[in-house]
């Protein structure tokens, strides 16, 4: 039995006997003063209704709920509300009387366009002094019509429906001719045509407008409009603390990290998964997959933010025929990140098709740009995992799709068999390896024509993924079918050069530097300005000390200002300009370079004795923990350890040693297999590990 039954059964006892009690009272002897009498059945009176109550309210919720209400958070987005701010107020003079200040923030749902447009109208209402008007153009049916929402607003304003003519175009002159001389600030909330809008806009510049909307409308409505991405890291890990409060930062670090990726950080998700910890008592480390996150989401049943996945099913059901096809067969490709071109082979159609697919999936949020590759100078995308589990679940509930989805894959997989002949009829030979079918399907989602050198390309993917011997074996085998002093050296350059550049940001200074030294000797035979930048600036990032010219990739200049930081004792100072880096950077690779050098930077203001930065440890861990996660969608075994050594350092160090040991063991079984060996970048970490005894 139940300690909650138990509980129940007890309150309905005390509640019978309580009851008993009063009714004799009624009939006590008249010896009694009759004040007590009617004081004591006051007092029962109070007691039993008190628990007849509770015991109702007990009786509608699962066992083992609580009872503290949880109310939405609104936590952070100070760049965005300032932005917003200086779109609203920074006008050309002529436009201040002639217009209103109108912008659109635009955004995938759940990303918190609604919250923050109400955030940002608070801090404007006392320039508006003639009201706030806040109108839905979205309700329980669909979308709200132009008319309606033009009447919606007079209400708001003040006007008695019965009182308005019953024609739109005399509602409309009412309309402007009412905000022409008033200072109104109007927010119109999830609009999704134009159309809606059209009768309900000021035409004077005295008031201001703020939409919200999951398309970009801006360019169809003449105004600004602001893309609102998920909030980074930091503050999506801040919002689900701040409902769910699990008991410290530090010590439930993985955990909460996994499920705020997992989310997506997407705000709306994150309220309800951390509503869902708290009413539920569920334990963190039970609810960390993606799967499992995703699951909790699909059975928010009534909770507002369940409009997370309603929004995404809204958007599927607009996709015309081929975009829901293409979305749902690209989940079978199994990389973070993909060109566009690959929804064509897998749609079956042309690759100039899938581009265009690729580009109306990203243009209402289905799809996320995942940067531009160096390398090949193309653009990627990658998946919200969201909407990745949403498109994974139509695909597997449509019975053709599923049908398709291996033949998808055979067209997507010739069309890269293609690609590498046509490199091979061109005279550039292409190393195969057939052993690795990881490899290929990673190249198969990074190429596109026009093709580049796919031996470069795979010395670069095997370098950050963490086969560093596999890397090696292939540029001996590149040198091999080279002559010594060839004729175009650049290709046999490229490939060391790429090599030399990833063995710097590793900070594994050894290899870097036998790779910068084959780029000089194939440079003293032909002279290269741009290559020979790109050496210079590989030697900085390789060694702090050596001077050159400045970086023109902002990424590298970052890494190499912040390890002259750290070396001349300013961490501080590092850690700013990393975390703008960590913000900007998509590609996973750079993810996991920044996100474990802002921890050895946070451990570095500890350990210096800084006290000017809030709760340094906690933000070590956290870096340290996004590092763990960019690896292993990398596959990077390596680097996953890394981080991990990193988390445990920062557990250590805040007094968590139980689970500082825990993480330190789980890094130490993290390894590609026993004979491959240890990177010396994972030298200082393992030492610390053994000095602190926090294995065996």
């Not at 009694?32 to 007092?43: C, N």
């Not at 190393?431 to 670069?460: N, Q």
Request: charged share 25%.
């Amino acid at each position: 039995m139940s300690s909650a039954t138990v509980s129940s059964r007890q309150r309905r006892t005390v509640t019978l006997v309580l009851l008993t009690l009063l009714f004799a009272t009624a009939f006590w002897p008249g010896r009694l003063h009759w004040t007590l009498v009617l004081s004591l059945q006051a007092l029962l009176a109070v007691v039993t209704l008190t628990l007849l109550v509770l015991s109702h309210l007990r009786s509608g919720r699962p066992a083992g709920t609580v009872t503290r209400a949880v109310t939405p958070v609104f936590v952070g987005r100070e760049d965005a509300i300032r932005d917003i701010r200086k779109q609203l107020c920074d006008r050309p003079a002529e436009a201040v009387n002639a217009m209103p200040a109108s912008v659109l923030i635009h955004g995938m749902p759940g990303v918190g366009k609604s919250a923050l447009a109400e955030a940002v109208a608070h801090r404007l209402e006392r320039d508006y002094p003639d009201g706030l008007v806040v109108v839905s153009l979205d309700d329980s049916t669909g979308p709200v019509a132009g008319r309606d929402a033009l009447t919606t607003a007079l209400r708001l304003l003040g006007w008695d429906e019965r009182e308005l003519p019953p024609g739109t175009p005399e509602r409309v002159s009412i309309f402007r001719a009412f905000t022409a001389t008033r200072r109104i600030l109007f927010v119109f909330d999830a609009a999704r045509d134009p159309a809606q809008l059209a009768e309900v806009l000021p035409k004077t510049g005295g008031c201001a407008v703020i939409i919200t909307s999951r398309r970009n409308l801006g360019p169809q409505l003449g105004i600004r409009s602001y893309g609102l991405p998920p909030p980074p890291p930091a503050e999506a890990l801040a919002m689900f603390h701040a409902i769910a409060s699990p008991g410290g930062g530090l010590p439930s670090m993985e955990a909460t990290t996994r499920l705020v990726e997992a989310c997506g950080r997407l705000p709306a998700a994150i309220q309800t998964l951390a509503t869902r910890v708290v009413y539920d008592e569920l334990d963190l480390d039970e609810i960390t997959e993606q799967a499992q996150a995703t699951a909790l989401l699909g059975c928010a049943g009534s909770d507002p933010a369940a409009a997370v996945p309603a929004g995404i099913a809204a958007e599927f059901g607009r996709l015309s025929p081929l975009e829901r096809r293409a979305i749902c067969l690209l989940t079978l490709v199994p990389t973070a990140s993909f060109g566009s071109w690959v929804l064509g082979p897998l749609a079956g159609t042309s690759a100039s098709a899938g581009d265009v697919v690729a580009t109306e999936l990203a243009g209402v949020r289905l799809l996320e740009p995942a940067g531009r590759d160096d390398h090949l100078g193309l653009a990627r995308y990658r998946f919200h995992p969201l909407v990745r589990a949403y498109a994974e679940a139509q695909l597997a509930q449509d019975p053709s799709l599923v049908v398709d989805g291996h033949a998808a894959l055979d067209r997507l997989a010739a069309a890269y068999r293609e690609l590498a002949v046509e490199k091979e009829n061109s005279g550039e030979p292409v190393l195969a390896d057939d052993h690795d079918p990881e490899l290929d399907w990673r190249l198969t989602a990074m190429l596109a024509e026009p093709v580049p050198d796919i031996r470069v390309e795979r010395i670069r993917i095997h370098l950050i993924t963490g086969r560093y011997d596999a890397a090696e074996t292939l540029l001996t085998e590149l040198a091999g079918t080279v002559p010594a002093v060839p004729d175009d050296p650049r290709q046999d350059l490229l490939a060391h050069l790429t090599a030399a550049e990833i063995y710097a940001e590793l900070r594994w200074p050894k290899r870097a530097a036998k790779h910068l030294g084959r780029c000089r000797a194939l440079l003293a035979h032909e002279p290269d300005a741009a290559l020979f930048a790109r050496v210079d600036v590989a030697a900085q990032l390789t060694d702090s000390d050596v001077l050159g010219g400045e970086a023109t990739d902002e990424y590298r200049k970052t890494l190499i200002v912040a390890s002259r930081l750290l070396a001349a004792d300013d961490p501080g100072e590092a850690i700013m300009i990393l975390a703008r880096s960590a913000r900007r950077e998509q590609d996973d690779h750079r993810q996991v370079v920044t996100h474990e050098r802002l921890a050895h930077a946070y451990l570095a203001l500890c350990e210096a004795g800084h006290d000017n930065d809030v709760r340094p440890l906690d933000r070590a861990g956290h870096h340290a923990m996004l590092a763990v996660l960019a690896a292993e969608r990398l596959g990077d075994r390596w680097r996953q350890q890394l981080g991990r050594l990193a988390l445990a350092r920062a557990l250590a160090m805040a007094g968590h040693r139980q689970e500082a040991t825990r993480q330190a063991t789980l890094a130490l079984a993290t390894a590609p297999d026993a004979a491959t060996p240890v990177p010396p970048y994972l030298d200082e970490g393992r030492g610390w590990v053994r000095e602190a005894k926090l294995t065996g």
